[in-house]
């Protein structure tokens, strides 16, 4: 059986800059004397495209180029200082239309035996809601062992290392609205390290909410859709008790200063549910 279904999100707080779009919505970490490669991608409008950095800077050691077709910005170099480089990029379309979008790369310090910690952020929270997100590793050998190696989690949060070690999943109910610091340490099981600093706010109600809207599945013996939120594109969760019937649905238990990725599935009248739809990403205020 195939389910089809076309999701479509209104993005809260987005803008369209005529009919260019800038579509890659985040670039990865890296670490200090690794070769570095990632492209910005845009279309829409008429090619050739201008590309700039609009404001902030590149990490040190990575340059930007445009493609050969103007259709992407591509990123390379070799990455020289340990640091969070926060850029805007903006491109410009032969017709004068724009759009441009915010980035945020960590470059980590080299760690022994190759082990370094790959999340570089944790999402924000809210009194009375689930909260959920993992911090990943990778490099040396597993098992990894973990640690909350100072300060202290929200309250109502507790950490636990996944079945495979590679990743310390955070899940909890937030009791208490506070500004929460800690720093994760993991250790390969060849003795090398890594760790990273994170902060969490816990706000005591949502001031957002994020309005999700699709299009009907084509199947014929649909009986409701489900919405899945992720912090991170990997890691999902079902956010709807209950079957959608309509094809409207609004998450109410967002956090503010916040990335959620979300996606939808159709499930038919025998229980089948079909794959997720391609994610799509909000960022929340």
């Given at each position: 059986?195939?389910?089809?279904?076309?999701?479509?999100?209104?993005?809260?707080?987005?803008?369209?800059?005529?009919?260019?779009?800038?579509?890659?919505?985040?670039?990865?970490?890296?670490?200090?004397?690794?070769?570095?490669?990632?492209?910005?991608?845009?279309?829409?409008?008429?090619?050739?495209?201008?590309?700039?950095?609009?404001?902030?800077?590149?990490?040190?050691?990575?340059?930007?180029?445009?493609?050969?077709?103007?259709?992407?910005?591509?990123?390379?170099?070799?990455?020289?200082?340990?640091?969070?480089?926060?850029?805007?990029?903006?491109?410009?379309?032969?017709?004068?239309?724009?759009?441009?979008?915010?980035?945020?790369?960590?470059?980590?310090?080299?760690?022994?035996?190759?082990?370094?910690?790959?999340?570089?952020?944790?999402?924000?929270?809210?009194?009375?809601?689930?909260?959920?997100?993992?911090?990943?590793?990778?490099?040396?050998?597993?098992?990894?062992?973990?640690?909350?190696?100072?300060?202290?989690?929200?309250?109502?949060?507790?950490?636990?290392?996944?079945?495979?070690?590679?990743?310390?999943?955070?899940?909890?109910?937030?009791?208490?609205?506070?500004?929460?610091?800690?720093?994760?340490?993991?250790?390969?099981?060849?003795?090398?390290?890594?760790?990273?600093?994170?902060?969490?706010?816990?706000?005591?109600?949502?001031?957002?909410?994020?309005?999700?809207?699709?299009?009907?599945?084509?199947?014929?013996?649909?009986?409701?859709?489900?919405?899945?939120?992720?912090?991170d594109g990997a890691v999902w969760k079902k956010i709807n008790a209950s079957l959608i019937a309509s094809t409207l649905y609004s998450d109410s238990t967002v956090a503010n200063s916040s990335t959620y990725f979300y996606a939808a599935t159709a499930v038919d009248i025998?229980?089948?549910?079909?794959?997720?739809?391609?994610?799509?990403?909000?960022?929340?205020?």
């Amino acid at each position: 059986m195939k389910l089809w279904l076309f999701f479509f999100l209104l993005l809260l707080g987005a803008r369209c800059f005529g009919n260019v779009a800038i579509t890659t919505a985040s670039l990865p970490s890296d670490t200090v004397g690794s070769e570095y490669s990632a492209a910005i991608k845009a279309s829409g409008g008429c090619t050739p495209y201008r590309w700039a950095i609009s404001s902030g800077r590149l990490p040190a050691g990575i340059t930007a180029k445009a493609s050969s077709t103007t259709t992407s910005l591509n990123l390379t170099g070799i990455p020289k200082t340990a640091a969070t480089y926060s850029f805007a990029i903006k491109v410009t379309g032969c017709g004068g239309a724009t759009s441009q979008k915010a980035y945020k790369v960590a470059i980590r310090a080299k760690t022994s035996g190759g082990l370094a910690i790959q999340t570089t952020s944790v999402p924000n929270g809210t009194v009375g809601s689930a909260y959920s997100a993992a911090v990943k590793a990778s490099g040396g050998c597993t098992p990894y062992k973990w640690a909350i190696a100072s300060g202290a989690l929200p309250a109502g949060v507790t950490a636990k290392a996944s079945s495979t070690t590679t990743s310390l999943n955070l899940t909890g109910t937030p009791t208490t609205a506070a500004t929460d610091s800690f720093t994760v340490k993991v250790t390969g099981c060849g003795g090398g390290t890594s760790q990273i600093a994170y902060k969490v706010a816990i706000q005591a109600t949502a001031n957002h909410v994020v309005d999700l809207s699709w299009k009907a599945s084509r199947s014929s013996n649909v009986a409701g859709y489900n919405v899945y939120r992720s912090p991170d594109g990997a890691v999902w969760k079902k956010i709807n008790a209950s079957l959608i019937a309509s094809t409207l649905y609004s998450d109410s238990t967002v956090a503010n200063s916040s990335t959620y990725f979300y996606a939808a599935t159709a499930v038919d009248i025998s229980g089948q549910e079909s794959s997720k739809t391609s994610a799509i990403r909000v960022v929340v205020p």
